[in-house]
Structure formats: structure tokens, C-alpha cells
């Protein structure tokens, strides 16, 4: 049974940090890009970054850049968001996402449209 299993998430601190992790179970990930995604109440889910499968090409939303990292672990089939300097507006329910072939696309890699296999998500909540 194909799986992907986030976690990590929880309640910070404007300021703090957190990292996310995204499991696979059932495939390997070697040949899938990555995503992660997130959405807050009552709004759109949002690209938040993406790396290819060799992990040779990142993007990453505007909004985060500079303060989060993805990165992907393909021997733990696991791939992770470090999440530095969180602000209130981060506060999100975080989805990771995979899809093939393993580019994320420059004008693409935001669209959920384009991802196959989700993970249920991780609550996210920054808040003092």
C-alpha cells in the first residue's frame, strides 16, 4: 500500500522552528519529486517548496524563501522541511506530495494538480 506520513508538526512560537518529516511506505522515492504543501482555513492549498528526485533542483514559494529548507534523505526514503523564523502566517495544515516524472517544473511545481500521492498532513500552528 502506497503511503506517504507527515510529521512533526505542533505548536511554536513566532520565531521558532520546526521540521517536518514525510515518510514513504509502499514505493521508494528515488524517481519522484517532492512537495510540500500547505493550507490554512478558508484558504487555498499553497506550494510551499519542492525538490526533484535527485534533489539537484529546489524551489521554494516566495513567501518562505530564505527561511525554510527542503531536503530529501532517499537511503530513509524521508523527506523533510526545516521551518526557521516562523511567523503567524505560517500557521497551515503541511501536506507532502509526490510526483512523476521527478522535476518539480519551474511554472508547475505549485500546481496540486500535478502531485499523485498525498499525505493526510501535520498541523502547524504558530501563535505566542
Known amino acids: 500500500q502506497l503511503q506517504l506520513v507527515e510529521s512533526g508538526g505542533g505548536l511554536v512560537q513566532p520565531g521558532g522552528s520546526l521540521r517536518l518529516s514525510c515518510a514513504a511506505s509502499?514505493?521508494?522515492?528515488?524517481?519522484?519529486?517532492i512537495a510540500w504543501f500547505r493550507q490554512a482555513p478558508g484558504k487555498e492549498r499553497e506550494g510551499v517548496s519542492c525538490?526533484?528526485?535527485?534533489?539537484?533542483?529546489?524551489t521554494y514559494a516566495d513567501s518562505v524563501k530564505g527561511r525554510f529548507t527542503i531536503s530529501r534523505d532517499n537511503a530513509k526514503n524521508t523527506v523533510y522541511l526545516q521551518m526557521n523564523s516562523l511567523k503567524p502566517e505560517d500557521t497551515a495544515v503541511y501536506y507532502c506530495?509526490?510526483?512523476?516524472?521527478?522535476?518539480?517544473?519551474?511554472?508547475?511545481?505549485?500546481?496540486?494538480?500535478?502531485?499523485?500521492?498525498w499525505g493526510q498532513g501535520t498541523q502547524v500552528t504558530v501563535s505566542s
Open positions: 506530495a509526490v510526483t512523476s516524472p521527478g522535476v518539480c517544473g519551474e511554472n508547475t511545481w505549485y500546481r496540486a494538480i500535478r502531485y499523485n500521492y
Open positions: 509502499g514505493f521508494t522515492l528515488d524517481y519522484y519529486a
Open positions: 525538490t526533484s528526485s535527485s534533489g539537484s533542483s529546489i
